[in-house]
C-alpha cells in the first residue's frame, strides 16, 4: 500500500515543503521498504538498514529517550521513515526538530512507504529539505538560546557524507559565532546603550540610508578594508576614484590620508572609543559618513559633514528611531566591513570591487601600512618587545590556519576570520544579483567574489562626473531635516514614558527577588511565593518594551536556557513549577532547565534589574541632553 495519497494533502499545508517537487521524485535507487519483525514498515538503503529489522519504533524510543532532554533543539540527519523524529517529539512536549535531507526523493520515499500524518501535522517540527547547508544557520538563529543535538542515520549519513559534513561545518561555526556574539554582548551592551543616550541630540534632524538606496546604481564601488594588499591597491587609487565609487572602512582612512585621498564615503559603526583612534588628525569635511545611532560620540565631533544613520540592530535604538527619519538597514557579520558591503549593495553599485578584505594574514602581516593598528604597535613598541611581537601576538591569539588564496597559494586566517567569511560567502548566496570582486590575490578566497585584477577596474569608463553629482544630490536631498521643537518634543516624549515602564520593570523585578529570598528564609510558604513569582511573570511579559530591559540580559539568559546552573547566593530550598522566563526576550522560549528553577528566576531577575536601573540613568542623561539644547525647554525626570 502506497500512503502518499494520505500524506500529501498535509503536505501541501507545510510552508517549509513544496509538494510539487516531492511529486516529481521518484523512489531513489537502492532504497527497499520492507516489513519488520513487529510487522512495521523498515527500510534498507543501498544494502544497508535504515531502522531496525525487528523493532524500528522501540529502536527510536530507546535513542530517544537515552539521548535528548526536553526543551532541546535536536537536528535529524536523514528523514529515514520518520521515526526518531516522531518518537522525539512525542516524548519531547517542548522540544524542537529539524529533519534534514538533502535528497527529496528520500522524502518521498518516506511519505510512501507509512502514514506519516502526524509528523507532517507537529507544529515543532522544521524540514529542510534539499536545501544548501547553510539554510540550516537561519533556524540556528531561530533557536540561538536553545541547547542542540544531531542525531545521525548511519546509512543515509554515508550516502550523503559531504553533504552532512557541510552542515556540521554550519553548526561549529554557528557556535564559534553565538560564542562571539555573547561575549560581545557582555562586554559592550553597556557601550552601545551609554553611546546611544549621549547621541540622541542627533537623531531628531538625521536621514536614514534608505534616502541614498540605489542612487548610484550600476556604477561601480571601490570598497577599501584595511587587510594588508590595500597597500598594493593605493598606487593606483587616484585613477581608480575616477572609476568607481570610493567606499571606506574607518580603520582604513588613515592609510587613504597618507596618499592624499579622501573616500567619498566613510563607514563607521564602532562603539568603543579607542576606535575612533583611526580617524585622528583626518579632514574629512567632503566625506559622507555612514554610521549607526550607538557609534562612539567623539565620530560626530571629529566628522563634522553629512551624515546617514542605518537603522539601528538594538532595540532602545530602533524605539527611539520611530520618532525620526532614519530607515534603511545595513548588515551586521561582526566587522565594519560587512556593513560597508551591504551599503554599496544598498546603493545599487555594481560591481563591487573589494580591496583589503583580505579575511587572513596575507605575508603573515595583519593590517596596511598606515592604519592605526600599525602605528599604535611601534608606539607601543620596546627594545625587548618591537612591534614585531605584537603583530605575532594577535596573529596566534586566535589559532591560525591555512587556507585556500585567491591566487591557489595558501594564506593563514583564523576563527575570528572565519566568521566574517561565512557571512559574505552567505550573502554571495542570497543576493546573486551583487556582483562581488575581490582584487587581493593573497587574500583568503570567498566563494561568491571573484578574483579580479587591479586592470580589469582601470580599463572601466571614467565615471567621476556622475558620482560627485549624484553625491552632491544626496547632500542635498537627504540632507538633514531641520530639528526643530516639536521633533524634540516628540522625542522627549517617547523617552519619558519609556524611563517610567523601566521603572516599573525595576520595580517588579525587586519584588521578585524579595518573594524568593523571603521563601528561603522562611518568612512565606512556597505556596505564596509561586503565586507572586506568577504575578511578576504576567507583569513583565506585558511590558511593550521587554525587549529593550531584555536586551542587557541576553547572556545570563542564554546560560540559564543552557544548563549552566552557576549563580550568586545559595540554591533555593525548593523548586519552582516549569513556566517562561519572566521576561520573554528570546524569539522562542524554553522553561528555565536548571536543577533549581527558582534560582534561575532570581538570575533573571538580577540581571533584568541591573539592565532596567542602568537603562533608567542613562535615559535620564539622554533627556537633560535635549533639554539643554538651544531654544529648548524640556522636563526632565
Known sequence: MSWYIHNRPLLTERADLSAAEIDACAIPTGFVVQAAADGEPTAQLDGKMVHSRRDPRAEARRLIRSSCADGTVVLFYGVGLGYHAEEFLAHCSQGIAVIIEPEPAMLRAALEARDARPLLSEGRLHFLVGQHPDALAVILRRYEHHRCSTIRLRSVYERNRDYYRSLDAVQEQFAGRREINTNTLRRFAGVWIRNLSRNVPLLTGAAGVESAAGRFEGIPALL???????????????????????????????????????????????????NTRHLDRLSLDGTIVVSESSTHPRVFRLLQGKTLFAASLFPLGRYLEQSTRISGTLGAGGSVATSAWDLARLLGCRPVYCAGLDLGFPRNRTHCRGSFFEERAHTLSERTRPAAHHDFAYLVEADPYPVEANSGSQVLTDRRMAIYHWWFANQARIHRDCDSRNLSPDGVRIEGFAYAEVDELLSRPDRRSDIDRELERLRVDGGAAARGATADQTLSARLQLLTEELQRVGSLCRTGISAIERTRCGLQTVTAALAQLDQVDRLLRSSQNRDIAGFMVQDVLADVMRGDTAANGPRAATTRAPSAPPLEVASAATPPTSADPLQSSERIYAALLRSADFHVRELQQALRRLSALPGRDVESS
Open 224 to 274: 577599501l578594508a584595511a587587510g594588508p594588499s590595500l597597500d598594493q591597491v593605493l598606487p593606483y587609487i587616484e585613477q581608480l576614484r575616477q572609476r568607481a565609487l570610493v567606499i571606506s572602512v574607518d580603520t582604513a582612512a588613515a592609510a587613504l590620508a597618507a596618499v592624499a585621498v579622501e573616500p567619498d564615503i566613510l563607514v563607521v559603526v564602532d562603539p568603543q572609543w579607542w
